[in-house]
Structure formats: C-alpha cells, structure tokens
T-cell receptor
Framework: RKEVEQDPGPFNVPEGATVAFNCTYS??????FFWYRQDCRKEPKLLMS???SGNEDGRFTAQLNRASQYISLLIRDSKLSDSATYLC???????????FGKGTKLSVKP | EAQVTQNPRYLITVTGKKLTVTCSQN?????MSWYRQDPGLGLRQIYY???????DKGDVPEGYKVSRKEKRNFPLILESPSPNQTSLYFC???????????FGSGTRLTVV
C-alpha cells in the first residue's frame, strides 16, 4: 500500500509567523499533488494543487521535490483563521486514486 | 452552485437496520468516492467509482456497498450496520484522474 506521511503536529505558532509543513510519499509514479485544509468536523477543502515548478497563492507557497519524493506547504504571515488541519494528498499512479495523509494540525495564537 | 450533496447530515440508527446515505454531484464529474474519517486514522477510502457502472474497493470496503447507475449519484449502503461503522462519512467527486476531490459536507453516523 502506497503511503503519504505527515508530521501530525500540532504546530502552535503566533500570528504573523511563517510555518512550513512537509509531506513524503512513497509512490515514485505519482503525478498529481494537492494540499487540502480541514476545519474541525467539516469537510476537507482544496487549498491548492502542487505543480512541478512550485506555485504560490497569496501567502501560501507549495513546492514539489520529485527526487526526494516530498512536497511542502509554506504559510507566511499566519492568521488566526489559518488554524486548521492541513492534509497532503497524492495520486496513487496511473489510475489516479488519491491517497490522503493524516494531516498536520496548525494552531495560530494571538 | 457546483456542489456535492450528501444526506442525511446526521443519523443515529440501531445495529442491523439497513440504511443508505445518498450522494449527488452537479458538476458532471467522472470520479466519485466515499471516505470515512475516524480520530487518529485520517481519511480512509471505502469505495470509489471512475464512471457509471464502474466501482472498486478502497481500503475499508467491508460492510459497505455502493452503486453507480447514473453519473451524478453514488449512494453508500450499509446492509447491516454495526457499532464499528460509527464514523464521519464523506462523499467526494472530481473531474478526472489528475484533479482534486470536491467533498460533500459529511454524514455523521452513529450505530447503537
């Protein structure tokens, strides 16, 4: 079974801090990568896709390192509203079945 | 509004009483999937479907059935629910193999 591993946290950071999450995956054939955000007892929501060249969306930057098989998410200038669990998601291969990591919990404090 | 709709949102039932959780999407997505989420275990896939009449087992299919007779609907059936199926269930859909899932709001099921 292919795996996606994340540090469970929690990461407790002050407002305004920069925080980074890493995620490793075991299937070298994986082609699609995503970060999801999940608030407590709510459905996961797509935060951003991760592209080979890296990509940015406002305060969020995602990067992919295929050689080392990990992806990262950087959040700059953390807001209280960023408090959530962040899920790393990788497709399993040619059929594209998605594998979810167990998530990293982030708590941003005033 | 593009969405995945699952019903009911909350359900308390008794052991052995058959139930169905409905899931419908209005985005003409090919792929649909069911997940359950339990504390400490993350999201675990129950079944998925890549097209009408095409379904396959995920990681934890025991005790569940699905069907995909139409593209928009993907109901989850528990023929004889047991307490270990108490969980938070999510239905999800996506356009194709290289896309992310859009999730429904979840169904919190308690089996007593």
């Amino acid at each position: 079974r292919k795996e996606v591993e994340q540090d469970p946290g929690p990461f407790n950071v002050p407002e305004g801090a920069t925080v980074a999450f890493n995620c490793t995956y075991s299937n070298s054939a994986s082609q699609s990568f995503f970060w999801y955000r999940q608030d407590c007892r709510k459905e996961p929501k797509l935060l951003m896709s991760v592209y080979s060249s890296g990509n940015e969306d406002g305060r969020f930057t995602a990067q992919l390192n295929r050689a080392s098989q990990y992806i990262s998410l950087l959040i700059r200038d953390s807001k209280l509203s960023d408090s959530a669990t962040y899920l790393c998601v990788v497709n399993e291969g040619s059929q594209g079945n998605l594998i979810f990591g167990k998530g990293t919990k982030l708590s941003v404090k005033p | 509004e593009a969405q995945v709709t699952q019903n009911p949102r909350y359900l308390i039932t008794v052991t052995g009483k058959k139930l169905t959780v409905t899931c419908s999407q209005n985005m003409n997505h090919e792929y649909m999937s069911w997940y359950r989420q339990d504390p400490g275990l993350g999201l675990r896939q129950i079944y998925y479907s890549m097209n009408v009449e095409v379904t396959d087992k995920g990681d934890v299919p025991e005790g569940y059935k699905v069907s995909r007779k139409e593209k928009r609907n993907f109901p989850l059936i528990l023929e004889s629910p047991s307490p270990n199926q108490t969980s938070l269930y999510f239905c999800a859909s996506r356009r194709g193999a290289n896309y992310g899932y859009t999730f429904g709001s979840g169904t919190r099921l308690t089996v007593v």
